[in-house]
């Protein structure tokens, strides 16, 4: 059975047992995953098919749980670890910047990290405070790791498999709210490198580059501007460090305008980065400057007004309009 | 317990090298033989074997647990602590519980309604946080977890205030300085080190204030927590850490948080630590106010470990039966807060028939009241959104807020137009 129909989570929770099932030093780590599953049960079964040296319930402390993890990479483990939610990484933001990030350059290349940190990301789904934040360009901003975020559930099978596969740390990003969108999966057929971009709709006007839960936003931002003769491309980059520049410019090269959405804060935002690249990649190519959709710089506020703060279908294509009209 | 830890399985390579990992059996049935300068290690070699047998067995029968009335509703007495309350005072401890009962019942309805997005009920905790809550002076300040409903109450916190960051208004909203209740904090155990550093502000001012901070089992594997003890040692801060041990950390048992009691971590700090049954409103208030009183003549932090039970779900998201047995919370229920104080106001006639009837209206106005309020609870201002994101004012949220302003008027605009 080649193809499935799973939602995310359940590719990802594929992915997992798969990892488990091939290679004995995958290990699984977090709070709550074993017996409970994992509170999305992302982890659902896995500890009762694989064992509790498995698949690990950890003392509740992040900080412990990557600490321990580094040490287990040394002896040739290869951890995936869950951080709960998005706002709970931050205990261990020091074990992952100071040391994870940073191990295999100090020992001159002879120790590797295989080291999977998997954090369900995002707002949308009317939690409280902590719960929804977007902070992968805290991430993407040191140099060590990587940075990858899933929009399908083929991506959510794939790049997990080949995120256990690096030798080096990956921090998955697990669009939360999209947990339960079902999509296809063939476990045959490997959809293309881990750090590549993928084009998902072709158009003429003008490229969207999204990643994790905004690229859904910006595909039916791109079905509503074609009923209103727009031509947009849609461009799911798909890991946020390193960034597959070569596929967005020869996108922004046919189309000459760009804008790039995130939930996360625009300020020091992924789209920052993305904006510099391409204004100097395509800067003869470009109509209109790089315009950025996403958070605002605030705290991630209370869940009763998170659809304004969010960035949704409406704001997509009024930045559309805005770029059009240069 | 239903859950063994990995570490009791499989002893360390270190742990079989003292004695303590395959030879365990052999040294609980032979202790006497032991020479008696390895008597210690065999001792703890016991202790382990016998916490490997069956943990909460142990736990569960601490000859350490300070209790004041038994689940039976009998008032003991404890060598150490002691305490003699007016009938008034029992009334009210009484008074207390059964209306943050209420009111946590009231928010779990009000979540199933939909009027609330989340909620973290207290069920079974209520004499742990209301007999600690009513040791409490009001220059004293409380540092909560985001499950401290009963001690916000004793603090005079309105308790509709509690609800709007679990009905998605606000992210708790309330004047910390109001009640000296510090806002709810939902990421664990960060707010010990909040206390621990407002008590060393009070021993700076030369203040006879103490700090309380709540925390629960889980949080005890948090850095923050073990941080907290060494600089509330190393200071000599006036604090007391009040751990609320439920016996669930969402679907972790506290042994896989630890491998001694928790009271006996603050040992090791240089300060003490107390196990309270936490079901026991007399013996929480004893323990809670001796250990404030140490403070306040600047002897340093205490540990108290008031042991207790989450009788409902970690919160209305969490579904308890994946992983623990019905039974349990059965055997808990014997040991109720509020059924073991109402048996003793009975049988020693303190409160009488009119005093519980009362009660009980009082609890549903209360009822009513909450669930009127969370209803008429406004959605804020989007624009709200920008609002004391800096004491200074920032020229970045300023351009933010007047382009999102912009924004939401050129939706204004297009609705007049159709028109």
Known sequence: ?326 | MTVESTAARKPSRSSNSSGAGTKRATAKKSPGKAPAKKAAAKSATRDAAQREASPHDVSQHDSELVQLLTPEGKRVEHPEFSIDLSPDELRGLYRDMVLTRRFDAEATSLQRQGELGLWASLLGQEAAQIGSGRALRDDDYVFPTYREHGVAWCRGVPPENLLGMFRGVNHGGWDPNTNNFQLYTIVIGSQTLHATGYAMGVAKDGADSAVIAYFGDGASSQGDVAESFTFSAVYNAPVVFFCQNNQWAISEPTEKQTRVPLYQRARGYGFPGVRVDGNDVLACLAVTRSALERARRGEGPTLVEAFTYRMGAHTTSDDPTKYRRDEEREAWEAKDPILRLRTYLESEKIADAAFFTSLEEESEVLGKRVREAVRAMPDPDPMAIFDNVYADGSALVDEERAQFAAYQASFADSVEEGK
């Open chain 1, 1 to 326: 059975m080649a193809v499935q129909k799973l939602p995310i989570a359940k590719a990802i929770n594929e992915s997992l047992r798969k990892a488990l099932d091939t290679d004995p030093k995958v290990l699984i780590m977090g709070e709550d995953v074993g017996k409970l599953g994992g509170v999305f049960r992302v982890t659902d079964g896995l500890q009762k098919d694989f064992g509790e040296d498995r698949v690990i319930d950890t003392p509740l402390a992040e900080s412990g749980i990557v600490g321990t993890a580094i040490g287990l990479a040394l002896r040739g483990y290869r951890p995936v670890v869950e951080i709960q939610f998005d706002g709970f990484v931050f205990p261990a933001y020091d074990q992952i910047v100071t040391q994870l990030a940073k191990m295999h350059a100090r020992a001159l290349g002879k120790v590797k990290m295989p080291v999977v940190i998997r954090i369900p990301y995002g707002g949308g789904i009317g939690a409280v405070e902590h719960h929804s934040e977007s902070p992968e360009a805290l991430f993407a901003h040191v140099a060590g790791l990587k940075v990858v975020s899933p929009s399908t559930s083929n991506d959510a099978y794939w790049m997990m498999q080949q995120a256990i596969q690096s030798d080096d740390p990956v921090i998955f990003f697990e669009p939360k709210r999209r947990y339960w969108d079902k999509g296809e999966v063939d476990t045959d057929a490997i959809p293309g490198p881990l750090h590549s971009a993928r084009t998902l709709r072709e158009g003429s006007d003008l490229t969207l580059v999204a990643y994790g839960p905004m690229v859904k936003v910006c595909l039916e931002a791109a079905a509503a501007a074609q009923e209103e003769g727009k031509s947009l491309e849609v461009v799911d980059l798909r890991s946020m460090s390193p960034i597959d520049f070569d596929t967005v410019q020869a996108s922004v090269e046919r189309t000459g305008r760009l804008v790039v959405v995130h939930e996360a804060p625009v300020f020091y935002g992924s789209g920052a980065e993305i904006a510099a690249r391409i204004t100097e990649r395509c800067f003869y190519h470009l109509e209109a400057p790089v315009l950025r959709v996403g958070g605002f710089h605030a705290p991630y506020p209370p869940a009763r007004v998170e659809e304004e703060y969010l960035p949704g279908l409406d704001r997509v294509l009024d930045a559309v309009d805005r770029s059009l009209a240069y």
